[in-house]
T-cell receptor, first 115, second 113 residues
């Protein structure tokens, strides 16, 4: 079965540095998402992406964050000038464009640790 | 805004016991409802879904019925196994532009042999 793949599985970065989290969505999917889960807290929506542009974003997704689909397969989340509170598990998800109720398929996540 | 509330865990059961994990929601419009499961060290996997009132989603022995009158989507399984030990997340999507998911806080299930 096709999977969403995320790399790296664990990223350790010094505070203030930039980090790029990478995702390869399922090949025929057209909607892409990033979520995060701070340890012990809820999974929170960050951003959705469709047709090469952001379709929706949460309050969390401020100017520090950006997303990009640099080629036909990758979907990246860039966090500039990382802060301690950015430490979390980041999940990528993708969905087919066959109607409103197609479920999102998630990757295994990238654990981001800011020191 | 939309929200999902699920019972806090951990829920500890013996093998073959009956499982219920409560989930209630608040949403504008008519959401689709989902249960996702996260096994240790893995990502979120879709367990089941229901897209309209009175729909029953089912998979791997788990069931949940979309109850519009009580705004609930409780997860049930008649006989749990040790391999069901995981964190279970209830979620909704309202079909807006991005179809974002709103998650509950997750419920950890531990099944003892």
């Amino acid at each position: 079965e096709p999977e969403v793949t995320q790399t790296p599985s664990h990223q350790v970065t010094q505070m203030g540095q930039e980090v790029i989290l990478r995702c390869v969505p399922i090949s025929n999917h057209l909607y892409f998402y990033w979520y995060r889960q701070i340890l012990g807290q809820k999974v929170e929506f960050l951003v959705s992406f469709y047709n090469n542009e952001i379709s929706e974003k949460s309050e969390i997704f401020d100017d520090q964050f950006s997303v990009e689909r640099p080629d036909g397969s990758n979907f990246t989340l860039k966090i500039r000038s990382t802060k301690l509170e950015d430490s979390a598990m980041y999940f990528c998800a993708s969905r087919e464009d066959r109607g409103d109720y197609q479920p999102q398929h998630f990757g295994d996540g990238t654990r981001l640790s800011i020191l | 805004g939309d929200s999902v509330t699920q019972m806090e865990g951990p829920v500890t059961l013996s093998e073959e016991a009956f499982l219920t994990i409560n989930c209630t929601y608040t949403a504008t419009g008519y959401p689709s409802l989902f249960w996702y499961v996260q096994y240790p060290g893995e990502g979120l996997q879709l367990l089941l879904k229901a897209t309209k009132a009175d729909d029953k989603g089912s998979n791997k022995g788990f069931e949940a019925t979309y109850r519009k009158e009580t705004t609930s989507f409780h997860l049930e399984k008649g006989s749990v196994q040790v391999s069901d030990s995981a964190v279970y997340f209830c979620a909704l999507s309202t079909g807006n532009a991005g179809n974002m998911l709103t998650f509950g806080g997750g419920t950890r299930l531990m099944v003892k042999p």
